[in-house]
């Protein structure tokens, strides 16, 4: 059953922020990652006069020996082997060919249109009570 809900295939974009880099502009690094479960919905708000509908993009990503929390993967070193999930890194529903630039990422991520979410939220779980899902992510 499990087999059915995560079948997606996506890539990960993680952001070394310039300040963490040897040089002075971000630096992204790209992860494809297998078995992952990914929904989008949509979130409804009623106004006085109006109603907002929003899309968000949940996505849930198991268990691995390559995820690393930011302030560890940052270190020199650990970008190529790792990964990580930080607020502003972007997940794309497939697998990204191009390689990924400060300066072209806006024109790359456009191209792949609704298929792109923006990293808002993610909780990493523990690995106890049968969990099989290391991030739970959520974005637009």
């Keep these: 059953m499990l ?18 880099s040897l040089t002075t502009k971000d630096v992204w690094y790209k992860t494809v990652i297998h078995n992952a479960a990914l ?3 949509a979130e409804r708000e009623a106004g006085s006069n109006s109603v907002f ?11 691995s020996d390559t995820y690393l929390p930011y302030r560890d993967w940052r270190k020199f070193g ?16 497939g697998i990204v060919e191009e390689d990924i630039t400060a300066e072209n990422i806006v024109r790359i ?3 792949y249109g609704e298929d792109v979410c923006l990293v808002k939220y993610h ?3 523990y690995d106890r009570f049968g969990a099989t899902v290391q ?6």
């Design 3 to 20: 087999e059915n809900i995560y079948k997606e295939t996506v890539t990960i974009l993680n952001k070394l922020k310039r300040t963490d």
């Design 123 to 125: 909780n990493e779980c």
């Design 53 to 63: 509908i929003g899309r968000y993009v949940t996505v849930l990503i198991p268990f």
């Design 109 to 111: 991520l456009q191209g």
């Design 78 to 93: 650990n970008q190529d082997a790792h990964y990580t999930m930080s607020i502003g890194d972007y997940i794309v529903k």
């Design 135 to 140: 991030l739970k992510v959520q974005g637009v």
């Design 39 to 41: 929904y989008t919905d």
